[in-house]
């Protein structure tokens, strides 16, 4: 079955990113000149996923309207006759694109965030894109688009993970491979996953970095999934039973990702999409050497 919507869970209120998120949602802050969420469905596009599906709150509006048609500001762009600043305006939000929103009324955790899209996905297979993760883009290659085609193939859900220091296994969901590697591109059936363990307990330090293909039976499992790690209901802890039903595949992403949720991951994305920005790249670079 084809994987044609993605769930965005935006309704954490960001508390690590106070203050730039007291009063606009952290998905908004802008990362070079796009707010960070766009980069994101952006991503769902070009893999092929045009109908989003938004998981918020009643705080976050502002991303609700940043993916609507501004009409008065087409308008006046038009009047004036500023036709390459309309066509940024309007690739904000493409005629393909399909954005719906739910709300997730209590904050009782991710699991909880994507149960409460089930009747806006129905009993479709879906992705789910943490908005706070950018993955960059290695040479065109999507590596959604590839996790969606080998959900196809497989009918097993796709799990993104990327290795990172044992010091930090603790902060993510952690998948266990019963010691193989996976190469950047490759999927392999889990064996196990658990939420945030700490160090000494971690199966390996192949971390869950915020992108995931899943069944629609993960509702069900959601559904009778009780709150573990942090006292919140895991959307880790459902995967660990799907295992146990049709299996889970860990998938390595291509390039990387960065944890635009933590403010020092945010100064790097910032560092790296200027970089390759295709109209401020080589000023920027000009102006780093200044500074380095
Ligand atoms: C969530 C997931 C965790 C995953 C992480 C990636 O945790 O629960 O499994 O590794 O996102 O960013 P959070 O960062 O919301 O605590």
Do not use: W
Not at 34 to 49: H, N, W
């Amino acid at each position: 079955m084809k994987v044609t919507k993605a769930v965005l869970p935006v309704a954490g209120l960001g508390t690590r990113f106070l203050p730039a998120s007291k009063a606009i949602p952290k998905e908004m802050v802008t990362v070079v000149d796009k707010p960070v969420i766009q980069y994101v469905v952006e991503e769902a596009l070009a893999a092929g996923i045009h109908e989003i599906v938004l998981v918020t709150h009643s705080s976050k509006k502002a991303i609700e309207d940043h993916f609507d048609t501004n009409y008065e500001l087409e308008a006046e762009l038009e009047r004036r006759g500023k036709d390459a600043l309309l066509q940024v305006l309007r690739d904000t939000a493409p005629a393909n694109l399909k954005v719906t929103a739910v709300r997730q009324g209590t904050a009782l955790g991710l699991g909880h965030a994507i149960y409460c899209a089930r009747p806006i996905v129905g009993n479709e297979p879906f992705a789910v894109m943490l908005p706070d993760v950018l993955v960059e883009e290695s040479e065109g290659q999507s590596d959604l688009g590839l996790m969606t085609k080998r959900f196809e193939e497989t009918g097993r859900a796709q799990i993104m993970v990327e290795s990172v220091p044992y010091e930090l296994v603790h902060q993510y969901g952690v998948v266990d491979l019963d010691g193989a590697q996976l190469q950047p591109g490759e999927s392999r059936l889990m064996t196990q996953v658990v939420e945030k363990p700490p160090r000494n307990e971690a199966p390996s330090n192949q971390a869950i970095v915020g992108r995931y293909v899943l069944p629609a039976r993960i509702f069900d499992l959601l559904a009778d999934t009780r709150p573990g790690a942090g006292g919140e209901i895991q959307l880790t802890d459902a995967i660990a039973q799907l295992i146990g039903h049709e299996g889970a595949d860990a998938y390595r992403l291509l390039a990387r990702s960065y944890d635009c949720g933590s403010k020092i991951g945010y100064l790097e994305a910032t560092l790296a999409y200027a970089l390759r920005h295709p109209q401020l790249a080589s000023e920027f670079r000009a102006l780093l050497a200044r500074y380095t």
